[in-house]
């Protein structure tokens, strides 16, 4: 890529922070950060040791054991919707259901990705609640999209019935897993079961869609287990008995393989993934070599301010994310409020979109400056025309958000932003290339629709504990609600004191409620983000994401650098 | 682990089948012929199917009585024991077919080792030493006739698709080469049509040590020590060397379940690869009295999938084991079988002391040996701390040792355990012809 030069971006951490800013700044973030992680540990405990000790005295290995025995050793675990369900209960004894009873991660098997789709027999002896499908089909999606190996890891007893108006009928109903199963076969991509346990009704497609099956001495599939069968005790039908290896492994053939127990079967379907064709992420490297960024990531966790109003460096950001911290910028001159460039993840080019928060020059009147995290016209365009050009490449995009919205206004209305908007949603709903979003913090209003929030259908949206997502701030929609009370600059025009009170008592109510709902744990409870990750984590979640996009080879078109619509762009924004 | 296995065999080795199931708590199918109604072995098992006639292409032959009977009485897996199915590719693949664990090698791995030439050259790539010939099918005489100058005369024409001498020529000088060669290419056309040959020096003397090993479905494979047969029936001495090519080779192919590598062992101490057995040995209890490991149970936990249950490292060699065939034969009638209806039985106890003694055996008293099958009516294996001890412990329990009505190779035992050679250890593959202690046949 000789004419696109990727050039050093960011500055060391001691010159571009002080070491007083910093250290405040990281033990707020911190704080954040540890209560992300007893989060996440409550997810993974399931139920509790109890649960635990039970999956284990029947010689099973608990759910998160199985994950952590399928991957290549010393690799990572990265987990989506851990927080799917959190806070909530169901059925009259107020049940939790810690991930919604099934973990969805991605590992690394035989050194390629796979998409790994095991219940949690920890929870409910892995059963299906409310959202547990949803769960399931968006791990299966990711799956299609990005044509990455799924295994299926089944060790679940049906649907949790209290709940079963929840999980049964919908579009999205537990029916939809089978429909992805399918598609995922339709499509080519290759699905490997594991039968680990019990497998009833329903949840018996699932396996059997896929290409191979796997069956353990002690796991069964069944339309309906042995309780639902007339005349079983009598007859001593069990469920292992009408369902178990010897009959689906050499009688019905609906299962392939019978192995001992967990470890036999995980080593099997190691083995099934080191059969499939290798990742193409060395090919598309074109020679170079993946390469951690010369800033050191772990800083991100440092570089956020405690105030949610005040403005950081998004470069110093970027730096961190990107090979060697090097950075092509696209068209730097041209809306300056938004960041738009190519860089290499892992050594593969990526493009990023992302947010200058700093103030910067209006493009027209003359000394005036402008705030940044907001949406203005050439900014919008110039995001639009990066968007296509990466399409066009088949480059992926990385959007990191902490967009407060659209520019509003006569001048915004004059400029035709409806228009230039209606530009950018439509680049990115047509995109085909993998996408991947970041609501770093705020993810305001059209801001967050024009930036590839979750309804434009990025393969992944994940949040950090600072995000705030919502239609507005607090205090925006407060002042929306409340607008006949207030004056031009929005003070409180009231006949008395006690009037003027009540009123300050209902936007402060107004703005609680929406900080509540900006809560990324809220919103991860019901899906609206896949994950929340530590800002120091994100260089390995970006990483990840580029490498799956790249790991099939033909799947989608990549071209090399030389014949780039950014080669010749270059050339003519400069 | 499998519920119900269905021993596709009979004699001794279906009753040794039968007793590591029922170890291993696993219902056991006995499948039998007409001849062998009332079989001593078969009330061993949990279920009884009759396959047809005496003649076995009807019955132990019969692979769709065979799978027929496995279907009808739910059995999931097959153990083929030795001779009869236990190395047919076709009868492995229909197992597979039909849903049916064979309990043995993968179909490719019996094809692989049948064919003696793919064989040859798929342990040859494996850094195994093979006999000094050819590694490819000769394309004519002329090309035999120049190879066999560079290994030396005396040399073997061989069958690629051989067995059992057919299409087996020695030649020892060039002048018998070119008849040979035409008469070899026929006989192994009419006998498999396939007339490819292949060429080996011919190795005079020499012993016969065989390897056995086991290997899992998970790659892992480990050896059990080896077996020395030189003398036509049995005995054994363990030797320290780690035969390592013998496992990788095995490793190489993807090699499953038990199997046995056979050598032979030249003037100089080298080995060199002959063949591999891809089943159950006759002999296969010596190994399993030297290391205490069971074959035939290690054998159905990998065709369930199950990891090997044992480590090389955790293999320890001990003592030395004696194994004596016991056949319904006159070995003083050139080996002429001697069916006919077993009056008394009586077999030798462990005399404990360190010793063992155990007996695989297919008779009783008061059944008649059908005249139709193999004439193997048991084995008689003896361990002990070492093999003078093993010899003493053979003898006495030989004599102890009684089948009643029947004609057997007791008498020759005695007199090859009495043999001042085979005691000192001096012997080879001729042993027997060249003692003169049986009217040995050759062919």
Not at chain 1, 67 to 92: M, Q
Not at chain 1, 503 to 516: D, F, L, Q, Y
Not at chain 2, 149 to 173: F, Q, T
């Amino acid at each position: 890529m000789a004419k696109l030069t990727l050039e050093p971006i960011g500055t060391p951490r001691e010159r571009a922070l002080d070491e007083t800013t910093y250290r405040a700044q990281r033990t707020h973030l911190e704080g954040l950060n540890a209560a992300l992680r007893a989060k996440r540990d409550e997810v993974r405990a399931g139920w509790g040791p109890e649960y635990r000790a039970r999956v284990e005295k029947k010689g099973k290995l608990s759910t998160w054991d199985r994950i952590e025995r399928l991957k290549d050793a010393g690799s990572p675990v990265l987990s989506v919707g851990t927080l799917v369900n959190y806070g909530r209960v169901f059925g009259e004894e107020r049940k939790s259901s810690p991930g919604a009873g099934v973990v969805t991660a991605f590992v690394r098997v035989e050194d390629r990705w796979v998409v790994a789709i095991a219940n949690d027999n920890t929870v409910a002896s892995g059963s299906w609640w409310p959202q547990t499908p949803e769960k399931i089909q968006r791990a299966q999606e990711i799956a299609l999209r990005l044509r990455l190996p799924v295994v299926y890891l089944v060790d679940c007893s049906g649907l949790f019935l209290p709940e079963q108006a929840h999980t049964f009928p919908g579009r999205e109903g537990a029916g939809a897993i089978f429909r992805m199963n399918a598609l995922l076969s339709d499509a080519g991509v290759p699905q490997i079961a594991g039968v680990h346990g019990d497998c009833i009704a329903g949840g018996g497609y699932m396996p059997i869609i896929s290409d191979v099956v796997y069956m353990t001495e002690q796991a069964y599939m069944v339309i309906a287990g042995a309780a639902l069968v007339k005349g079983a005790k009598s007859s001593k039908i069990t469920s292992l008995s009408i369902g178990g290896p010897d009959v689906h492994v050499h009688l019905s053939r609906c299962a392939d393989h019978r192995v001992p127990d967990d470890d036999a079967l995980l080593t099997s379907v190691r083995r099934e993934v080191a059969k499939l064709p290798g990742s193409a992420c060395a090919y598309y490297r074109y020679g170079a070599q993946a390469a951690p960024p010369r800033h050191a990531p772990e800083e991100l966790d440092g570089l956020f301010p405690v105030d949610h109003r005040h403005a950081y460096d998004m470069r110093e950001v970027l730096a961190r994310l990107t090979d060697h911290s090097l950075f092509h910028e696209f068209a730097p001159a041209t809306g300056p409020e938004m960041i738009c460039g190519l860089a290499r993840v892992s050594g593969l080019y990526a493009g990023f979109v992302a947010n200058n928060l700093a103030l910067t020059d209006h493009p027209v009147h003359g000394g005036v400056k402008r705030p940044g995290g907001i949406l203005y016209r050439d900014g919008i365009a110039k995001v639009a025309q990066f968007s296509r050009a990466c399409n066009d490449d088949g480059i992926p995009i990385v959007w990191l958000q902490d967009i407060a919205g659209f520019d509003i206004g006569p001048e915004a209305e004059k400029e035709g932003l409806l228009g230039y908007g209606s530009s950018l949603i439509y680049a990115n709903s047509t995109n085909t290339v993998p996408m991947f979003t970041v609501l770093l913090r705020k993810a305001s209003g059209a801001g967050y629709y024009a930036m590839a929030g979750l309804p434009y259908a990025p393969i992944l949206q994940l949040a950090t504990p600072l995000t705030r997502l919502a239609v507005m701030e607090g205090r925006t929609l407060a002042i929306g609600a409340f607008n006949s009370k207030l004056d031009d600059d929005f003070k409180i025009v009231a006949a008395s004191e006690r009037e003027a009170a009540e009123i300050a008592k209902g936007m402060e109510a107004v703005e609680a409620r929406i900080a509540r709902d900006m809560d990324p744990v809220l919103a991860a409870s019901q899906r609206d983000v896949d994950e929340i990750v530590t800002p120091g984590e994100l260089r390995l979640w970006v990483c990840s994401a580029i490498e799956m996009a790249y790991q099939a080879i033909g799947a989608r078109r990549v071209k090399n650098p030389r014949i780039f619509s950014f080669h010749d762009l270059d050339r003519l924004i400069r | 682990m499998f519920k119900r296995v269905l021993v596709a065999n009979r004699g001794e080795i279906a009753a040794r089948v039968i007793r590591a199931c029922r170890e291993l708590s696993i219902e056991t199918v006995a499948v039998y012929s007409e001849a062998d109604r009332d079989a001593p072995w078969l009330s061993g098992a949990t279920a009884t199917v009759c396959l047809g006639p005496a003649k076995a292409s009807l019955s132990y032959l019969d692979q769709d009585a065979v799978l027929q009977a496995a279907d009808q009485t739910e059995a999931r897996a097959i153990h083929p024991g030795y001779g009869f199915l236990s190395e047919n590719a076709v009868f492995a693949a229909r197992c597979a077919q039909q849903g049916i664990a064979f309990i043995g090698p993968t179909p490719a791995s019996i094809r692989l080792m049948g064919d003696k030439l793919e064989a040859k050259r798929t342990m040859a790539a494996a850094g195994v030493p093979t006999i000094p010939g050819s590694l490819g099918a000769l394309r004519s005489a002329d090309e035999a006739a120049a190879l066999a100058e560079r290994v030396g005369y005396p040399v073997l024409l061989k069958a690629a698709a051989g067995g059992g001498g057919k299409g087996m020529r020695r030649c020892d000088d060039a002048r018998a080469l070119p008849r040979a060669f035409s008469e070899a290419a026929l006989e192994a056309h009419h006998a498999f049509g396939d007339p490819r040959l292949y060429l080996e020096k011919f190795l005079e003397g020499g012993r016969h040590i065989e390897f056995q090993v086991l290997a899992d479905t998970y790659g892992r494979a480990v050896h059990l020590g080896e077996r020395d047969c030189s003398v036509q029936r049995h005995h054994q001495k363990l030797v320290e060397e780690s035969p390592s090519p013998a496992i990788g080779a095995a490793a190489s192919f993807g090699y499953v379940s038990a199997g046995t590598l056979e050598f032979l062992r030249d003037a100089s101490g080298g080995l060199v690869f002959m063949e591999m057995n891809t089943r159950l040995q006759v002999e296969h209890p010596v190994t399993e009295l030297c290391t205490g490991i069971d074959l035939v149970r290690e054998q159905i936990g990998i065709a369930a999938n199950r990891p090997l249950s044992m480590t090389q490292d955790g293999i320890r060699f001990s003592g030395h084991a004696i194994e004596l065939r016991i056949n319904a034969e006159d070995p003083d009638a050139g080996f002429a079988p001697d069916p006919g209806l077993v009056t008394a039985v009586s077999i030798p106890a462990s005399p404990g002391g360190g010793v063992t003694v155990r007996w695989d055996g297919g008779v009783a008293a008061g059944w008649r040996v059908p005249p139709h099958y193999d004439s193997l009516v048991g084995k008689l294996i003896v361990h002990a701390a070492d093999r003078p001890a093993a010899i003493a412990a053979a003898r006495e329990a030989l004599s102890a040792l009684r089948l009643d009505g029947i004609k057997t190779t007791i008498p020759l035992h005695h007199r090859i355990l009495d043999d001042p050679d085979f005691v000192a250890g001096t012997y080879d593959v001729s042993f027997l012809e060249r003692k003169a202690l049986a009217a040995v046949p050759r062919g």
